[in-house]
T-cell receptor, first 113, second 112 residues
C-alpha cells in the first residue's frame, strides 16, 4: 500500500534559519506529491505540489523537488519567519478515480524571533 | 471568495445526541471528502462522494453517515456521538484524478 514518512518533529528554529523537513514515500504507481500547511485552529492549505518526477513545486519561499530515484519530496525554505510556525503535512495521491490523499504524520514547526 | 465553507465552526453536543455538520463549495468539484482530525495528527478520511457515488472507508464507524443532496453541499451526520468523537472535522473537495484537495476551515466538535 501507499505510505508517507516525515521527519520526526517538532522542529524549532530561529527566525531567518534554513528549514528542511524530510519526506519520503512508497507508492505503487506514479503519484502526485503535495505539501499542506495547517495554522492553529484552521483547515489545511495547499502549500505546493509536483505531479511528475523532477518537478519542483514552489510557493511563498518554500520549495520541494519530486525525486523519483530517492522517492523523496523534501520541503525547504531558505529563511523562515515567525509566521511560518504551523504544522506541515506531506501527502501523495495516486488513486486516479478520486484522488485519495495519503498523509505523513505531520511536522510541527515553531519559529522564534 | 470563500471556496469551501463549513458551518458551524464550533459545535458542542451532548453524549448520544445526534449532530449534523455541513459543508458547501463554490468550486463545482466532483469529489467531496470528510476527514476527522485529532490533536495535530494527520487527517483521517471517513468517506467521500464522487458525484453521487458514496464511498465509505473500511474503518469508518457506522455511527458516521453522510449525505450529498447536490453538487454544492455535503453533510456529516453523527448519530450518537461519543466522547471519542470529539475532534476537528474537515471537509475537502477536488476534481479527482490525483489533483489537489481544497479544504474548508473545519468544524471543532466538542462532546459533553
Amino acid at each position: 500500500g501507499n505510505s508517507v514518512t516525515q521527519m520526526e518533529g517538532p522542529v524549532t528554529l530561529s527566525e531567518e534559519a534554513f528549514l528542511t523537513i524530510n519526506c519520503t514515500y512508497t507508492a505503487t504507481g506514479y503519484p502526485s506529491l503535495f505539501w499542506y500547511v495547517q495554522y492553529p485552529g484552521e483547515g489545511l492549505q495547499l502549500l505546493l505540489k509536483a505531479t511528475k518526477a523532477d518537478d519542483k513545486g514552489s510557493n511563498k519561499g518554500f520549495e520541494a523537488t519530486y525525486r523519483k530515484e530517492t522517492t523523496s519530496f523534501h520541503l525547504e525554505k531558505g529563511s523562515v519567519q515567525v509566521s511560518d510556525s504551523a504544522v506541515y503535512f506531506c501527502a501523495l495521491s495516486d488513486a486516479p478515480s478520486y484522488g485519495k490523499l495519503t498523509f505523513g504524520q505531520g511536522t510541527i514547526l515553531t519559529v522564534h524571533p | 471568495d470563500a471556496m469551501v465553507i463549513q458551518n458551524p465552526r464550533y459545535q458542542v453536543t451532548q453524549f448520544g445526541k445526534p449532530v449534523t455538520l455541513s459543508c458547501s463549495q463554490t468550486l463545482n468539484h466532483n469529489v467531496m471528502y470528510w476527514y476527522q482530525q485529532k490533536s495535530s495528527q494527520a487527517p483521517k478520511l471517513l468517506f467521500h462522494y464522487y458525484d453521487k457515488d458514496f464511498n465509505n472507508e473500511a474503518d469508518t464507524p457506522d455511527n458516521f453517515q453522510s449525505r450529498r443532496p447536490n453538487t454544492s453541499f455535503c453533510f456529516l451526520d453523527i448519530r450518537s456521538p461519543g466522547l471519542g468523537d470529539a475532534a476537528m472535522y474537515l471537509c475537502a473537495t477536488s476534481t479527482g484524478q490525483g489533483s489537489e484537495q481544497y479544504f474548508g476551515p473545519g468544524t471543532r466538535l466538542t462532546v459533553t
